[in-house]
């Protein structure tokens, strides 16, 4: 249960920010009161209840809510560190990797969002609604309850006119798209510093520019072609418009990724690879890769089909994998030329005799680069791929069966199994049972490398746990790429 304190941290026109405290936990939280009638809260308990259910790292948390007199109150996470908006004006004009960086997360919460059936529009996506964690660069989604409230009143009060998209002043509905158009507006505001249609001395001049299909004046401002094109994109005609998904995957947000070479053996045969990925917020995914038996061109087609790579990096890091192994046989050369042994020669193209790429050797002179596998009690390490039996897993089966399985199934070893383990225990997962109906936003959560949460996953539901080649090339530390 909440207590309201006395100070206001914020006042609109329809409700009134307090700062409050979590009597049982302790920690601040924003206590938000909103003016509406009884039958109002009673039209909206569905969304409600859907509301607390929302949990992404880049949306505010929704606690709890209830009706008090007039008054709508709901409970979230409390954001100290101001908005968007004001993080705006006091830098000017903020450099390009911050704003790339503020619009990644701000559409991975709207990929969520949109991602329910039938999806969550927000309705009132602004910079004032977007908030900023100073200590950690982290954007997140706010005002949440003030939206789905706003859409039970009949479109009397649905947005804020500067960010709404045109079919939000007509009568024949909208769908999620208006968030993109508001996103569109948004970045439009970061990169000129300029409110949307400051030109406009009130809402009816807003309305018959929007109507007229008329761009803000601040829109001239913008000097970069890339930016240009995703607003763009962001702000056309519904049917032409972005989806969340292809926003984040527009070429001004996608980075190209490097890859670096972390260790190598003496003869340069066998790599310790790192994908980087500059700017993200989730950096490296660490792979082993034998120059012998292996080439960039299947290496990175079994990491995409495995979803441990996006399929928009295939050129970017193929080419990079290339480049190094061109690299390497050149010192290779230059080695031979001077009267030195030759190292291994990099197959850069071609196929396998046998039409697959056998498993990669680990180097283990190196202790850093070692990825512990479990070989039941043998002391020799096999690059044969091996399968479990299927195995039924009953509701009330304690996690560690679970987790001991999928780590012998995968040649982890105890040390793996005992780290995945800490971590589902860590979110209370103590039975099979509680991973039932779990999204892949719950999964994120944990804290799991994307391999750690897909083998889980795919022992669960029963799939095969063949051991494929990409998943031993990549390394237990790699990160969930966007």
Known sequence: MSKQLNSVL???????????????????????CFQTTRQEYADLSQEVEILKRVRHPNIINFHDCWFSNTEFIFITELMTSG???EYIRKLQHPNVKIVKRWCRQILKGLIYLHSYDPPIIHR???????????????????????????????????GTPEFMAPEMYEEKGYNEKVDIYAFGMCLLEMVTG?????????????????????????????????????????????????????????????????????TTNEAKDHLTLQVVFKGMDKLSVKFEF?????????????????????????????????????????TAEKKEGAGHQPSASPMIQGSHPHGSVPPMTLDTSNPSTQI???????????????????????????????????????HRGRDKAD?????????????????????????????????????????????????????????STASEMI
């Open 10 to 32: 914020g006042k609109g026109a329809y409700k009134i920010v307090y700062k409050g405290i979590d009597r049982d936990e302790g920690y601040e939280v924003a206590w938000n």
């Open 83 to 85: 908005t968007l908006r």
């Open 124 to 158: 009132d996506i602004k910079c004032d609604n977007i908030f900023i964690n100073g200590a950690h660069g982290e954007v997140k989604i706010g005002d949440m309850g003030t939206a789905k409230m706003k859409s039970g009143k009949k479109y009397t009060v649905i």
């Open 194 to 262: 300029e409110y949307p249609y400051s030109e406009c001395k009130n809402a009816a001049q807003i309305y018959k520019k929007v109507s007229l299909g008329l761009k803000p004046d601040c829109l001239s401002k913008v000097a970069d072609p890339d930016v240009l094109a995703l607003i763009n994109h962001c702000i056309a005609p519904e049917n032409e418009r972005y989806s969340a998904q292809e926003a984040i995957d527009d070429q001004f947000l996608c980075v190209e990724p490097e890859v670096v070479v972390l």
């Open 290 to 330: 034998n120059t012998s038996t292996d080439t960039a061109e299947e290496v990175v087609n079994e990491m995409i089909e495995e979803h441990v790579l996006p399929q928009r990096y295939q050129r970017f890091i193929t080419h990079d994998i290339n480049r190094i192994l061109r690299e390497l046989a050149g």
């Open 372 to 410: 512990a596998l479990d070989r039941r009690n043998s002391n020799t390490e096999s690059n044969s791929e091996e399968e479990l039996p299927h195995k039924e897993y009953s509701p009330d089966t304690p996690i560690e069966e679970l987790v001991n399985d999928t780590a012998m199934a995968y």
């Open 419 to 475: 780290e995945w383990l800490a971590k589902l225990k860590n979110q209370d997962i103590m039975t099979v049972g509680d991973l039932k109906d779990l999204q892949d936003s719950d999964w994120a959560g944990f804290g799991l490398t994307v391999f750690a949460s897909r083998a889980i996953r795919n022992r669960l539901l029963g799939k095969s746990t063949k051991r494929p080649s990409s998943i031993a090339r990549s390394s």
